[in-house]
C-alpha cells in the first residue's frame, strides 16, 4: 500500500525514482510525487517536487515538460493509495514542512496524527491537505531546525509517532542523503556501485542491483554517496541490516509479451506452482518446510488448526481446511484476519495458526499473527515474499516461488498458495503419523501432476474468453458461482476476481444455500457458474449440484459448468461447459480456479477496465 522510492547515486535521479515507480505502482495508484535535491555549482543547493493526482503517467507527463539540464543529485518519490484525504493534487504525496526545508513520503497510518496535528495547529502550523502524513514533515522540519542533522531529526520524530509507517525524507540543503524509518511497514535497501536505493520493495531496484539489506522493525536507515549506508534503532543505537541477494531479475517484472500483467501472470501458473513444489518433497517422501522454529513434537502436540488470511489468501485457506481436516483428523478452522483477534479466539500452545499471505505484509494478517504469538499458539506462515514480516515473526515458514505478483488481483499466488497449503497439510499428517499412508503418497504424484495439467487448461481457455465477451455484449450485470465442498471456495473466488476487475455484482455461494434465499437474484439469462466437482469417487456431491444446476435453470439461469473432462451428466444440463483435466477431489482447485480467472480478466477487458490495476484497490494492504 503506496510505493516508496530513494536514491542516491550519479545516475539520473529522476528517470530512478520514476522507474522505480513504475515498478512499484501495483502499491497504489491514485496519485504520485517526487522530491529531488539539486546542487548546482557555485550556488545553494535546493530542494524542487512535484506531486499530481491520478496515475503516475500525470506526473510524467508534467515532469517530461520541465528542463532537465540540471542533474538532481538525490530524491524520493510515492505513488498512493489513499487512506486519510481523497485522492487529489493536495493530499498526493511528498508534503512539505512549514519552511519548505524538508519533503517527506510515507507508507502506513500514523494513528496519533490527530493529537499531533492539534498541537502544531495550536502552535501556528497551517496544514495544507487532509493527510495524517503532513504531520511527519512538519515535526521533522522542526527538529532538523535544531541541529540539521536528517538523521537525528528522525529518530526524534520517530520517537513520537504511533501507528505503522514507512518514511523517506530529503532535506533541501543536503543534496547527498536520504533517510527512511520503518515500523511495522516495509523498506528495503538497494546497494549499487556508489549508489543506493530505499523502496517498498526489491522491485523498484532490481534494474540496478540485486544485492539488498532487510531492515528490522523500528529502524531508521541513512544512504548518502559520501557515507554509504547506516543502520540504527528508533532508540539512537547503531545496528545493522541483513543483507541477502534478490533471486529474481528484471525480465521477471516486465510483461514479457503479454498486454497485461494478469495474462503473463495467469500463464505463469503451471511453472510457478512446479517451482513451489520443487525440492519440498526429499528422498524419503517427507515434506521440507523453509524455516523452522518448532520441533517435530511441537507439531505433534497440535489438537487444532487456524488458518488466517485475507482475500484471494483467505479463500486459498478455505480450501486447505478440507484437506488438513481429512489428512490429519485435526478440527481446522479459517478465519478472515481482520476478524481473528477481536472476537477473542480460544488459542494456546497446542494450536497451529496457519497465515497465508502472498505479500507477507499485509496488516489484518500481521496483527492476527502478533495475536496469536501473545496467546502463545505457534505460527506457520505461507507466503511469496521472502523477509517479508510474517514471515520473520512465524514460527515455521513455508515460501510461495510465484515469483513477483504485479497484477493486484492475485492468480498464480493463489495457485502457489494451494500447492504449499497442501504440502503443509500432508507435512502435518506425516510429523504426527499418517493415518491414510497410501492417499497421502497417492496425493503427492498427482501435486507432481497438477502444473501439467494447469497447463493444459490454459491451452484450451478460448471457449472461456469467447463466453466472457458474450456475457459483455449482453451486457450482464450479475454474475453468481456456486460450488460445494472445495468447489465453494473457488466460487468464492471466481467471484472476488469478477468484481474486483469487471466492476459487476458477483457472489458465490454454496450451492446447497440457494434455495435458502439467493435463488430470488436469478432472472431470465442470469449467468450462473457452476463449479461441478467429478462424477467419480464422491458421486453423491455430483448428483447434489445437478439437481442445483437444474433449479436455477428452471428459473431462467443460463449456466456456464466447469467440469471434469468426459463429465456427460453435466454437458447434458448446462448451457455451456468447460471441462479440466480428471484430479482428486481435494485437489481441483488447481484446475478449476483457472477458467475462472480468465473469465473475470476476458470480461473485464470487454468492458474497457484496467485489468492489472483496478479501481481502489492496492496490491499490498499495509493499514489495517
Ligand atoms: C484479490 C487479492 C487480495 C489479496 C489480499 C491478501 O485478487 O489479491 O484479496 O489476496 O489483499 O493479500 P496477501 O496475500 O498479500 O496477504
Redesign the pocket.
Known sequence: MCGIVGYVGARSVVDVVIDGLRRLEYRGYDSAGVALVYQPEGADPYLAFDKKAGKLANLEAVLDGQDRSLEASCGIGHTRWATHGVPSDRNAHPHLSADGRIALIHNGIIENFGQLRAELEADGVEFLSDTDTEVAAHLLGREYAADGDLTEAMTRVCARLEGAFTLLAVAADDPDTVVGARRNSPLVVGLGDGEYFLASDVAAFIAYTTDAVELGQDQIVTISRESGITVRGFDGKPSEGKPFSVDWDIAAAEKGGFETFMRKEINEQPTAVADTLRGRIDETGQIVLDEVRMSDQDFRDIDKVFII??????HAGLVTKYAIEHWTRIPCEVELASEFRYRDPVLDRSTLVVA???????MD?LMAVRHAKDQKARVLSIS?TVGSTIPRESDAVLYTRAGIEVA???TK??LT?LAACYLVGLHLAQVRGIKYADEVSAVLDELVAAPGKIAKVIENLEPVREMARQCAALGTDRVLFIGRHVGYPVALEGA??LK?LAYLHAEGFAAGELKHGPISLIEDGTPVIAIVPSPRGRSLLHDKIISNIQEVKARGAKVIAICEEGDRITAAHADFVFETPASPTLLSPLLTAVPLQEFAAELATALGRDIDQPRNLA???TVE
Do not use: D, W
Open positions: 488470511a485475507c482475500g484471494t489468501s483467505y497465508i499471505s502472498q505479500s507477507g505484509e499485509t494478517t511469496n493486484v488481483a492475485s499466488a493463489f498458495q472476488l476476481k474486483e496490491k499490498s494492504v
